[in-house]
């Protein structure tokens, strides 16, 4: 359940690139091509969706591209996709009759180009593509890892930084995808070995066209997620960081097993019952949910608002192509109810009794996401925590890693573990 308010952006990919221009886009030299290692960081980071959206999307170029630019970015864009082995995109000359998602879509290609010309990406042979691919490869979050649920599910896992180094595992925020994650991943990898998955049932597995199955949805399952990914890295143990509605996960992963050495909990979205409050967001999006987890058909009228454009009006543009995700399908509604309305829903204060190891909790007064109260409770329930409410931040803000909040975990694990550097 991030947040969907305007705010402070967050960089992605390689860092911020230059916003396009307005003015008409003319050729360039091949000194000037916009790198492909920015289109193909943009095409890994849009990965899931595409694989997850049953239909072939389409996309724009940047407005005032040539008219040309169609022909030349579209080859440019099915190579990169054939060798990332992923679906392409159609591009098409106009966004008049897009739906939310491919307008979200064509607005991160964008800024993948920046201010280069669409055009200017016929450099592209086949070589400079294979090279750009090896490079966005090589960078977190990188390709996934096929891992398995104790269940059987298919799970997609992600793992930056070196095996020896001490594990930290990610949860995210419930039907994200990994790139909404990336900046903790990149940000951690040069001193931890740093593992992360995505929700069960909401990805395409790679064994086969659409979703896999959502064999089991109650949280016993979603936690236990959090240790399979483990056993799939060949991690014993490890300090788990939940954010948002993964801290609800996180939880319940430490009241379950002793390989949860110490918890990190970020801007946690918690059910406390009467004892703290909750956002308007938190009760509008628990009212959805209700709705779409009741069936594929009512999911499929409330999909059909998110296709409007005005969908995006509400999100941050440079992440909007991951907080759409949950909604891009009727499908992906339905599963998002149910795995995401039964984190919502379970009232964590009887597990709050169970969980006894070194706890870091994380708000800020600015959430109006994720009401920071929940995490003053949870802080004062768990027998072993520390709360630090920052002066600034909403709730996308514990996505970004930033270096007072990368500071501030290394600070916490040092105290608890002795250090987060590998022996030398």
């Not at 879509?105 to 070589?127: C, M, Y």
């Not at 395409?204 to 240790?227: F, M």
Request: proline share 9%; hydrophobic share 40%.
């Amino acid at each position: 359940m991030p947040d969907t308010e305007a705010g402070p952006r967050l960089s992605q990919g390689n860092g911020p690139r230059p916003a396009p221009g307005n003015g008409p886009r003319s050729a360039q030299s091949s000194a000037d091509a916009v790198p492909l290692q920015e289109l193909a960081a943009a095409l890994l980071d849009l990965e899931p969706l595409l694989s997850a959206v049953p239909e072939r999307l389409r996309v724009t170029p940047p407005a005032g591209s040539d008219p040309g630019s169609v022909r030349v970015l579209q080859a440019a864009l099915d190579a990169l996709a054939a060798r990332l082995d992923m679906p392409g995109v159609t591009v098409v000359p106009s966004g008049d009759g897009l739906w939310s998602v491919e307008l979200a879509v064509s607005r991160r290609l964008a800024r993948a180009l920046g201010t280069a010309p669409a055009e200017a990406v016929i450099h592209a042979d086949a070589s400079a593509v294979d090279r750009a691919v090896r490079a966005v490869h090589a960078t977190p979050p990188g390709r996934p890892v096929p891992l398995r649920a104790h269940d059987g599910t298919p799970l997609r896992g992600y793992r930056a930084g070196a095996a020896d180094a001490p594990a930290v595992v990610v949860v995210m925020a419930c039907g994200m995808p990994v790139g909404l994650a990336a900046p903790w991943l990149r940000a951690l990898s040069g001193t931890c070995q740093v593992v992360t998955w995505e929700s069960r049932g909401m990805f395409a597995a790679g064994d086969g066209p659409g979703l896999p199955a959502l064999t089991g949805h109650d949280l016993a399952a979603q936690a236990a997620d959090v240790l399979a990914v483990l056993d799939g890295f060949g991690i014993g143990e490890a300090h788990v960081m939940g954010l948002c509605g993964g801290a609800a996960l996180a939880l319940a992963a430490a009241a379950a097993s002793p390989r949860v050495t110490s918890l990190s909990l970020w801007h946690g979205d918690y059910e406390l019952g009467e004892d703290a409050p909750k956002t308007p967001h938190q009760r509008d999006v628990e009212g959805l949910l209700a709705m779409a987890s009741r069936s594929p058909r009512h999911a499929e009228g409330l999909h059909r608002m998110m296709r409007r454009p005005q969908a995006l009006d509400a999100l941050r543009p440079e992440v909007a192509h991951h907080l759409l995700h949950p909604y891009a399908s009727p499908e992906l509604m339905h599963r998002y109810g149910l795995l995401n309305g039964v984190i919502m829903s379970t009232d964590y204060r009887p597990l709050l009794r169970e969980v006894r190891q070194p706890t870091l909790v994380v708000s800020s007064e600015q959430d109006t996401t994720a009401h920071p109260e929940g995490s003053v409770q949870v802080a004062e329930r768990l027998p072993c925590a520390t709360l630090r409410m920052m002066p600034h931040g909403d709730h996308l803000s514990a996505f970004g890693a930033d270096p007072g909040l990368v500071g501030l975990l290394s600070d916490f694990m040092r105290d608890i573990h002795g250090t987060t550097e590998r022996d030398t």
